[in-house]
């Protein structure tokens, strides 16, 4: 269970929302004009990144509005909360602290945030 | 029961991932096709992924023909198993049963069941009074949504998890695989569109092909090739109780409450709850998603309401689009993926590594996993199998 910071009640119980998948995923223009390939590739291929993910909530249990969220996947730490139309944060401004390419800590799974 | 050796220069395959599925696709290409230079490199101990971490439930009752050729072909090969790998798998086929809530679930599963029966699959359909018969313990009137009937499956069963891993392997090993441990896969090299090998934390591994049996963590190596996949990665929990004597001797799934349970030898209850509704590779999962499925058990099995849960653990799941698997070529020439499990992989285990291996060994797809190509997201057939998956996602 995580809390989440809505912009517009406060930190909630991550059960009052959910997920909306990948943010910042724009429908292509003239899409009439797009293969299927194309096609597939905007309706069915998401990033799934381990580690800084961009993505969008919707307070369903509260204000019903949504929002975009910054979260390290590998430790489920928000690291940043704005609200939609705002530019994304650049994602430099995050420190990665995985530590090894796949991102796994070097003994065990990836529950690091729990054993330190 | 397997040597550990270091890795070779170079090897014919490499398979990524030392669970299940990855070690028996090691197993069949060294004895189906003569492919005898592999190496499955594991970044843990053996079955320490999704092979260790999920309920064991074995079973074909999938809607599609693509699906019921494939799941079925793996409960086949389950029942031979332990023979052939002369390794008790201590496979049971105390068959499985998928509860109707409402009319929907009804009509969904009848349907199920028809499809299945003209697949040569044994489904058949149970009233509420036998389930009773065969489930005593189960409440099916007093409760928010009452049972109104199952679809049953009496071949599926459960098996033993780690079993199906150490089998393959020291199969696999005695035909001259190596088995690498500790040896996590960094990224994958490519060179003018082909594979040529392995970063490791061992070191660099070439290999002419290389077969990628990672779940959760597939499209996070699948990117190191500059390879996207339709994956989506989830944490799928399941906790395990107290032993007790006896008191269940099938397995029962519940899609509409979520709940599924079976009683393992030992006598603990196996308990199998829901993905996380977000994406993540913690391998913990949220309580509520916990609190939910525990709730749902306790409602439709009272006398089970003041036990105690020993262990809760959580595998990273990895959901395709259509609730089915990918095992098939890719751009990349000599680069296999398998994946896309998502929460119900581990019945499949034998069947999806024997028509891996063949699809390795030969370029080319057996007929069985042809239709569970990447090809699919683009031209449109998919195999949507969310109402036989039964878990939600």
């Known amino acids: 269970m995580i809390l989440i910071n809505c912009p517009y009640c406060g930190e909630r119980d991550q059960s009052e929302f959910s997920n909306g998948g990948e943010a910042h995923v724009a429908r292509p223009e003239n899409s009439e004009n797009l293969n299927d390939k194309e096609w597939g590739k905007y309706v069915f291929y998401r990033d799934n990144p381990k580690g800084i993910f961009y993505e969008r909530w919707v307070h369903t249990h509260g204000c019903r509005k949504w929002f975009n969220a910054v979260r390290n996947t590998s430790t489920d730490e928000i690291l940043k909360i704005y609200k939609l139309g705002d530019n994304p944060p650049n994602k430099e401004s995050f420190s990665n602290t995985l530590k090894t390419p796949s991102g796994e800590p070097k003994v065990g799974s990836g529950n690091f945030t729990v054993k330190k | ?393």
Not at chain 2, 198 to 215: C, D, L, M, Q
Not at chain 2, 341 to 364: L, M
């Open chain 2, 1 to 393: 029961m397997w040597k550990s050796p270091e890795p070779k220069k170079t090897y014919d395959v490499i398979v990524v991932g030392g669970g299940g599925h990855g070690l028996g696709t090691a197993y069949y290409l060294a004895k189906e096709h003569g492919i005898k230079n592999i190496a499955v490199i594991e970044k843990g101990w053996l079955g320490s992924g999704n092979t260790g971490r999920n309920t064991t439930i074995i079973r074909s009752n999938y809607l599609w023909n693509e699906s019921a050729f494939l799941y079925d072909h793996s409960v086949k090969l389950w029942e031979n198993l332990s023979q052939e790998l002369n390794y008790n798998m201590m496979f049971s086929q105390r068959g499985v049963m998928n509860l109707a809530h409402n009319e929907h679930d009804i009509k969904e599963m009848k349907r199920r069941i028809s499809a299945n029966r003209l697949n040569g699959l044994d489904t058949q359909w149970l009233e509420t009074r036998e389930i009773k018969k065969l489930v005593p313990i189960m409440n099916t009137h007093n409760l928010r949504y009452p049972v109104l009937g199952a679809a049953f499956q009496p071949r599926g069963g459960v098996a033993r998890h780690d079993a199906i891993a150490w089998g393959f392997a020291m199969r696999a090993d005695e035909m001259g695989v190596d088995i690498i441990q500790n040896c996590e896969a960094h990224s994958i090299k490519t060179k003018n569109g082909k594979v040529v090998g392995v970063k490791t934390s061992k070191g660099f591994i070439n290999a002419k092909k290389v077969a990628v049996v990672a779940s959760g963590h597939t499209s996070v190596l699948a990117k190191t090739a500059g390879v996207r996949l339709p994956l989506q990665s989830r944490p799928l929990q399941a906790l395990v109780s107290e032993p007790i004597k006896p008191v269940i001797n099938t397995v029962v799934m519940s899609n509409a409450v979520h709940a599924y349970v079976s009683q393992s030898d030992k006598g603990e209850l196996v308990i199998g709850a829901g993905t996380d509704g977000y994406n993540s590779f913690t391998q913990r999962g949220g309580y509520d998603v916990m609190e939910e499925t525990v709730r749902a058990i306790v409602e439709l099995y009272p006398i089970f309401g003041k036990m105690k849960m020993l262990r809760q653990w959580g595998g990273i799941v990895d959901i395709c689009p259509d609730a089915s698997p990918i095992i098939s070529k890719c751009e990349v020439n000599g680069l296999y993926f398998n994946c896309g499990w998502g929460t119900g992989g581990f019945k499949a285990t034998p069947g999806s590594a024997n028509v891996f291996a063949h699809t390795v060994a030969h370029d080319e797809p057996h007929k069985i996993n042809a239709p569970f190509n990447l090809e699919r997201f683009s031209d449109g057939r998919l195999i949507d199998e969310h109402g036989a998956a039964a878990v939600a996602h």
